[in-house]
């Protein structure tokens, strides 16, 4: 089933090409539009002692504002995906936007040349937060809190390279619901499964799919294909590319970049290939190879209960059991997922491609302890959802179903037909405000009233207040709906009651 | 009038205790409850391969966690901000935390040595924002906007010398709201001091006053006390620490480290000391040495009809012409603004006192023009809400008072009282996801009935649903009122509607 939202079938095809390109190009184009605008040399300066050459106005590459418009898209997206959150129990927190620089350090290893770090201006050497799961790592660990189920949403940054991750965002929205404590297996892993479905199916994204395998599995995998232990983290990385990169380019990686045997490299490439439900998780408890190894055993035992409770759970079908799914972060140690967006089979074949990465996350049952003084252990599981790529899938599908959105909520404006009324406008509108209702006006001595209305219709403001000599007079005002043009004649005295009850009727 | 809000005489009293200690030593205290709980030194790692020396685990000098308590009252603060400026019709904006070196300096030259440089990694120069202000100049330069009302909501960061300013927060919030373009005079400027009163009344933090002064009548005071034009921001600094020093100490820093000649100094002691309402403002037209100045009575001029306007929004009375406010920003160009929270009169004489700065803002017609290739100009005026002091403030009374607060919003607890029923536990649960309704349970196989009822007392749950082999047998479950220990039997099939309509009561 697909969730086809408010978007009509072929304004689904346009947005499923532009979808189809590969994802990093997608970034690229909407960071280029938004340059656009930003290519303005400055030629000359105001201040006579400034005298510089001439500079570029932008904002810093990988980073960009958001319009009022995309303000309030990321606000309805953020809405709810922090209610659902909020829905399962989760407490708010929020860290510091910089961290001492050792408290992330030998947490991402491999991604460590990723980071920002401040500049050495006396005292500590600080870096940017990488992700919210290092933080939170750090905050249960300082505070010595053994239990919390937490959500968090703000910026992190990563200086992808853009050579290799063209146009990814530098700076970008992270929403992180965890769940920390001791407890029996797999209930709060099979949470955050639930917990990914709800936010992915609430957003009507289109179909998707929650990708699932194991820390355990892959190092038991790569064990008994052969892969030297010190080169697990190393060839975990290589591996993690497959949704970017094929099979054949990841394999070359692994030979030639990090040095292992062909003949390893082509035994994960069986691997690899293998997806399915619950029943390809009792397919390989007989696999010859994997079913050696005691790691990988416990990592499919643990899976098998996880779809039990998925199946409780009713969203067993929208999980895959993946062996090609790596997740390239240090931090993991058990179960670890990655939902992806389908494309509609119509559109291409009937095999579904995926068409980007939207949330992640796993079990991390190591992090803390290595903040912890006495390395006591706090096991985690957690998730992310990436906000950016759902933000740019939401407003291609708003700007393809033309909807148009307000970016203001002012519901009343008051206006004149006449000059020399500014007086009454403002205590009019100071009236409104003290009310709670939310009005405007515009900032001028004596503004005409067809600026005013077409004001109102370019706002999409519902209701006008309209005052003049002769309302004045009578202790009246003239209410008018934007919409249908009517207009009525309200009391001074009852105005605010007026307006109270149209603003609920509508 | 003073604003008692919920707390009682007796608990304002020990709150006033608290807040007559200099805003610094405040925050001081609170960075210092935090960081107790930080000090545990790592003595030992788990990894073997890491061997560093002992370090402790802390976040950056200036920065804090927000708990999931402080993160309540946190929310409550903004939504208050965020409804205000909403409600005047503001519309959001968001921009990146860093910006290009280049974008920032210039902008703040008393002020430089706090900003925040990221380390040159390859590539631009980068340094964290210290404002919303000259990012909100640089977008409308960059987007040749010439009109916008919006407001952001964000981080800033300041590296405040502990020596100088011990305690200050380095990572802070500003909640800005800002009106740029070309508009009749003072009708924008007079609604952002109106937005200020709306804040400060709706989070009832007591009795305040909102400072107003001039750019144009501080310069024209200098000029003719006879302050040479090379040394006005310089003076202007020194002038703004006001409300943290006493005239003499100011007056000391201006002739000795700003090497201001004394009687000069003397000359703007005697303004400083001037404030009143309209009739002051009179008054300064009728001052033989001020009324020499052109600019002085061009800000003179604005400031009348700011307070006409001030009148009719029935807020004149919170408003104090100020000779002794500067505000410390090199970009103000016009009115400036600053409000201040009283004490009760009652606790320290007739005369109120000031417990520290709270919101802020003015009229900067420059800066957008700085941004400029052709040094358009686009006027604009706007006021930054902080944040910080009255979390504290908020902070302190909710303690005082006792009142709870509740970090989660759960409605619904699913609870067992025999063993076995995790999978029926699972089945409901889900359900009541589903369904939009905020449920929890324990992620345990068996977990103890009191156990359970505990979890939903401590957490303030209103309402649990308890299964049993009875239960399930006859097809029903038991809803219980944690408050009352109410119990009644509702069939399985209107759980749903049945808790929805006990919710909706509530």
Chains 1, 2 share one sequence.
């Not at 994802?23 to 930003?38: D, F, I, K």
């Not at 995309?70 to 936007?97: N, W, Y």
């Not at 609430?202 to 892969?227: E, S, T």
């Not at 497959?242 to 099979?247: A, E, G, P, Q, T």
Request: proline share 4%; aromatic share 8%; with cysteine.
């Amino acid at each position: 089933m697909f969730h086809l939202g408010l978007v009509p079938g072929r304004a689904w095809g346009a947005l499923l090409c532009q979808l189809l390109r590969p994802p990093r190009t997608v970034c690229v184009r909407a960071v280029g539009c938004h340059g656009q605008v930003a290519e303005a040399v400055l030629t000359s300066q105001l201040k006579p002692h400034q005298e510089k050459p001439n500079f570029i106005i932008k904002v810093p590459k990988g980073t960009r504002d958001l319009s009022p418009q995309q303000m309030v898209v990321r606000e309805k997206i953020l809405d709810k995906i922090i209610s659902c959150f909020k829905r399962h129990g989760a407490k708010g927190l929020d860290t510091p936007a910089f961290e001492l620089k050792e408290m992330l350090t030998e947490k991402y290893e491999e991604n460590l040349r990723l980071m920002y770090d401040l500049k050495d201006q006396g005292g500590e050497l600080l870096s940017l937060r990488y992700d919210l799961t290092v933080p939170f790592a750090r905050y249960l660990a300082m505070n010595k809190l053994k239990k919390m189920k937490r959500y968090q949403v703000g910026k992190v940054w990563r200086r992808e390279s853009p050579t290799i991750a063209q146009g990814r965002y530098r700076e970008f929205c992270q929403c992180d619901f965890d769940i920390a404590g001791q407890y029996d297996p797999m209930i709060p892993d099979a949470e955050c499964l639930k917990i990914m479905c709800e936010i992915l199916s609430g957003l009507q994204l289109g179909d998707f799919l929650i990708k699932v395998n194991d820390r355990r599995i892959v190092d038991g995998m790569y064990a008994v294909c052969g892969v030297p232990e010190s080169k697990f983290r190393a060839i975990c990385a290589s591996m993690d590319k497959l949704d970017k990169m094929s099979w054949k380019d990841v394999r070359h990686e692994m030979v030639v970049k990090k040095g292992l045997a062909p003949e390893v490299a082509d035994r994960i490439g069986d691997y690899v290939q293998c997806h399915g439900g619950i029943s390809l998780v009792e397919q390989m408890f007989q696999d010859p190879r994997l079913s050696q190894s005691k790691l990988a055993v416990e990592g499919l035992a643990d899976l098998k209960l996880l779809f039990e409770y998925l199946t409780l759970f009713g969203i067993a079908e929208k999980i895959s059991f993946d062996l090609s799914l790596a997740r390239g972060l240090d931090y993991y140690t058990g179960v670890i997922f990655e939902a992806v967006l389908l494309q509609l089979p119509a559109q291409a074949g009937d095999e579904p491609l995926n068409v980007g990465s939207v949330a992640a996350g796993g079990r991390y049952d190591e992090l803390v302890s290595q903040f912890d003084p006495k390395g006591h252990t706090v096991p985690c599981v957690g998730l992310s959802i990436g906000v950016e790529r759902i933000f740019y899938i939401v407003e291609q599908k708003m700007k393809t179903s033309g909807e148009k959105v307000r970016t203001t909520e002012t519901q009343v404006f008051v206006a004149t037909a006449q000059k020399n009324f500014l007086q009454e406008r403002l205590k009019l509108i100071a009236q409104l405000w003290d009310a709670g209702i939310k009005a405007e006006m515009l900032y001028k001595n004596n503004p005409k009233l067809l600026t005013q209305l077409h004001y109102c219709e370019n706002m999409g403001i519902p209701l006008v207040i309209i005052i003049g000599e002769q309302e004045q007079n009578e202790g009246v005002i003239k209410l008018r709906s934007v919409a249908s043009r009517e207009e009525v004649t309200v009391k001074r005295e009852n105005l605010i009651t007026e307006i109270q009850k149209r603003l609920s009727e509508s």
